[in-house]
């Protein structure tokens, strides 16, 4: 399996182009040199930006969302990934695009979210629409504006901190380059199979992810409610939404095994210089908490003592549970979080339990509010949900067990991870050296 992976990986290092065949200097800084007989314009002389606004009476035209393109792909989801919008103006001002315009986000450059428009539509005022005046096929321009150095450009000139956005003016000024119409061709042809064949490769490892982690849950929720003996005799659990259990484990409520203690503090009253905050989007992102000043930290928190079992009761499908530790310095976790403390059980059994998808589930469907980004189950439905139980000798293989199997899918699935990151990285570096003329591919279409 993963030595398709490395595979693929060598073949796109050692691959090799050829140069053009003489230089000159852009004088451009994001361009360098590019090929002799290449010219350098601005871009609003190449492909203007077009600001047709949806009347007062609306548009029956398609809407695209700035969080629907992808960014560095060019891509558009059905669905935006993630919760939330950076589309603040939504469909009430909106911009009209037209069949070949290249879409450009402003808001935030650095994400490099960039289409080019397959059929008329409308779409946040936070993208430009830019519109090829036949210097520049539309095909090539929306692989010059996607390519890192425009992009790096372009951000370095954003104004704001929260939401930086690039001046639609500075974007305008921009030099880009314009080689031969049957250049522009031959290189907008060659991006359009090589990164399809990429983003194949890509696609392939993000589905063999998906796999590995539908596996780990898998496996996490089998040792948990049925144990690590397939023959062990079993019995009815008396619960309506509990399986059948092993015949000797307890059917007890998880307030039997743990505790839940709520130590809450105002983090202005902390005089020490750090905190380790255990925040939702730390843990999502890395696993763990992060050392943070508790003057940055505005609402109140959980303080952590000893060792805890985190259980997120914010979106609990999304199964955000962790074992805290008390660090060196105040140690404090977000209120969306129940800290559990543990009552004659293995710790490592109960995370893995509140991991497991039946409990994951039997929460989601007892969450108390509805809106789609911020569900919350009660404190009450965590710490008073029944579970099947086994005696703490089996708690402790079953947490070794779960340790060891799930230590070797996690390293796969980051070595996985890893290969996705180079073809990812060899994409963007291919586009930006093709479209600056950094390598000749004309003979690659030929």
Request: aromatic residues 6%; glycine residues 6%; charged residues 25%.
């Amino acid at each position: 399996m993963m030595a398709g992976t490395n595979c693929s990986a060598r073949m796109e290092s050692n691959r090799s182009f050829k140069a053009y065949p003489a230089y000159k200097d852009s004088h451009v800084d994001w361009l360098g040199l590019i090929p002799s007989n290449w010219h350098v314009k601005r871009l609003r002389y190449v492909a203007p930006m077009v600001n047709e606004r949806v009347g007062p009476a609306g548009s029956d035209l398609p809407y695209l969302a700035l969080e629907q393109i992808e960014g560095w792909t060019g891509r558009v989801l059905d669905s935006p990934r993630g919760e939330g919008s950076d589309d603040d103006n939504a469909q009430a001002a909106s911009s009209v695009f037209r069949a070949g315009d290249v879409l450009f986000g402003k808001l935030r450059p650095y994400l490099a979210k960039v289409v080019l428009a397959q059929a008329d539509g409308q779409c946040s005022t936070e993208l430009l629409v830019l519109r090829s005046r036949g210097a520049v096929t539309p095909a090539y321009l929306a692989y010059q504006v996607i390519s890192q150095g425009f992009i790096d450009w372009i951000n370095a000139m954003t104004y704001g901190t929260k939401m930086p956005r690039a001046n639609p003016a500075q974007v305008a000024v921009t030099g880009v380059v314009t080689p031969p119409l049957s250049d522009q061709r031959a290189i907008a042809a060659f991006l359009d199979r090589e990164t399809a064949r990429i983003d194949a490769l890509v696609t392939k490892k993000e589905r063999l992810i998906e796999l590995l982690q539908e596996q780990r849950t898998g496996l996490i929720t089998r040792a948990v409610t049925k144990g690590l003996d397939p023959n062990v005799p079993m019995k009815d659990s008396g619960v309506e939404w509990v399986d059948e259990v092993p015949a000797h484990w307890n059917v007890v409520r998880a307030d039997a095994f743990v505790r839940y203690e709520k130590n809450q503090v105002d983090p202005s009253t902390i005089l020490d210089e750090v905190v380790f905050h255990y925040s939702i989007p730390s843990v999502q992102e890395t696993g763990d908490g992060a050392l943070e000043p508790p003057s940055g930290i505005d609402s109140a928190k959980l303080r952590i003592v000893g060792e805890r079992l985190l259980v997120s009761k914010l979106n609990p499908r999304k199964g955000v549970v962790l074992i805290a530790s008390e660090k060196e310095v105040p140690t404090l976790c977000s209120t969306e979080f129940v800290p559990l403390l543990g009552q004659g059980c293995d710790l490592r059994w109960a995370f893995y339990l509140f991991l497991a998808e039946s409990t994951r589930q039997r929460l989601s469907a007892v969450v108390r509010s509805a809106t789609r980004s911020h569900q919350r189950a009660e404190v009450a439905e965590i710490v008073k949900m029944w579970h099947g139980v086994p005696p703490v000798s089996e708690q402790r293989d079953i947490a070794v067990f779960l340790d060891r199997k799930t230590a070797r899918i996690d390293t796969l699935v980051n070595k996985i991870r890893d290969a996705i990151d180079r073809l990812k990285e060899f994409r963007t570096s291919l586009i930006a050296a093709v479209v600056t003329g950094k390598i000749d591919v004309r003979e690659e279409v030929a």
